[in-house]
């Protein structure tokens, strides 16, 4: 009898501690889910590049190309210099020119020349153009209203120009060449000049 209820109290105890073992745990998700990548960095975005000519040395600013007249852009390879205060050779009816700006190192035969007048913008085209039949319109020069003049010089090359008040006057850029196909070449940097021009 001792034995039989030594038996079924050990099968109790071995029964109580299985039914007192803990489960295994799942396996947590967190240690199995996947890791996510780093996005892959996007490639840098870079401005479009500008249209037209490329501004020499301005990064987009007006720079005083001369002590007198305009502040504009230069389309690269363009050259200015000033023109001394005592030169007459290219006066015009009163203009007077203070810059000239030389195309031959961009591969053009020209200058563009700045003038400046006692007179009205109107009226200081109207000097330049003298007795050729020009095509007047109005245009915007910098942040400013200006006048501009389209005619053909007494050699039949066409010529181009504006006019922009300018303290007491005016201030004029004048843009030649040589022949029509010089002048077409050269007309990117007139129209720099033109959009960015701020008389001084």
């Known amino acids: 009898m001792r034995t039989r209820g030594?038996?079924?109290?050990?099968?109790?105890?071995?029964?109580?501690?299985?039914c007192s073992e803990p489960e295994p745990s799942a396996p947590s998700t967190k240690d199995n889910a996947p890791v996510a990548s780093a996005p892959a960095s996007e490639p840098?975005?870079?401005?479009?590049?500008?249209?037209?000519?490329?501004?020499?040395?301005?990064?987009?600013?007006?720079?005083?190309?001369?002590?007198?007249g305009l502040a504009f852009d230069l389309a690269k390879d363009w050259k200015p210099r000033p023109v001394p205060d005592d030169t007459k050779?290219?006066?015009?009816?009163?203009?007077?020119p203070v810059c000239e700006v030389d195309g031959k190192p961009a591969g053009l035969i020209g200058f563009m020349r700045v003038?400046?007048?006692?007179?009205?913008?109107?009226?200081?085209?109207?000097?330049q153009v003298g007795t050729a039949k020009a095509t007047y319109s109005e245009v915007t020069v910098g942040r400013a209203a200006g006048v501009e003049a389209v005619w053909t010089d007494t050699k039949g090359a066409p010529v181009r120009a504006f006019a922009v008040q300018g303290g007491t006057g005016s201030v004029l850029l004048v843009w030649g060449g040589l022949d029509a196909e010089e002048h077409e070449g050269g007309r990117p940097a007139y129209e720099l000049a033109k959009r960015t021009a701020v008389p001084l």
């Open 89 to 96: 050779e290219f006066d015009v009816a009163g203009n007077h």
């Open 6 to 18: 030594s038996i079924a109290v050990m099968l109790t105890l071995l029964a109580l501690a299985a």
């Open 44 to 68: 840098a975005r870079h401005p479009p590049a500008p249209s037209g000519p490329t501004p020499a040395a301005a990064a987009g600013k007006s720079v005083p190309t001369c002590t007198k």
């Open 115 to 127: 003038y400046v007048s006692p007179k009205q913008p109107q009226a200081a085209l109207e000097a």
